[in-house]
């Protein structure tokens, strides 16, 4: 098990960036599929995007694809999500999670074994 830790997020206003990052703990980051999940008030939590294991291999969900970026330094053992052209649809608790599944993309929740605490993110109109 890894442990993940967010941070970053914060009020911002619609149209504005934000930068989130993933610290993870233990030896093996590079071999860890990295992704970002995220969970609005009221609605299942759905995925934003991932990494592979190693890089640089991304993929995103429609929704946020073209605004977002994942990106990761296996020295650091991090993983960022710069996040650009802001919608109040964005709004929600940003989850880190990671996963040993060769696969790739790999998108579903059940798919990632280690998760973060989440971090707020907050977007204004």
């Known amino acids: 098990q890894v442990q993940l830790v967010e941070s970053g997020g914060r009020l911002v206003q619609a149209g504005g960036s934000l930068r989130l990052s993933c610290a993870a703990s233990?030896?093996?980051?590079?071999?860890?599929?990295m992704g970002w999940f995220r969970q609005a008030p009221g609605k299942e939590r759905e995925f934003v995007a991932a990494?592979?294991?190693?890089?640089?291999?991304?993929y995103y969900a429609d929704s946020v694809n073209g605004r977002f970026t994942i990106s990761r330094a296996n020295a650091e053992n991090t993983v960022d999500l710069q996040m650009n052209s802001l919608k109040p649809e964005d709004t929600a608790v940003y989850y880190c999670?990671?996963?040993?599944?060769?696969?790739?993309?790999?998108?579903?929740?059940?798919?990632?074994?280690?998760w973060g605490q989440g971090t707020q993110v907050t977007v204004s109109a």
């Open positions: 990494i592979k294991w190693g890089g640089p291999a991304t």
């Open positions: 999670a990671a996963t040993l599944d060769r696969k790739f993309p790999v998108v579903g929740i059940t798919d990632f074994s280690s």
């Open positions: 233990g030896r093996i980051f590079i071999s860890l599929t």
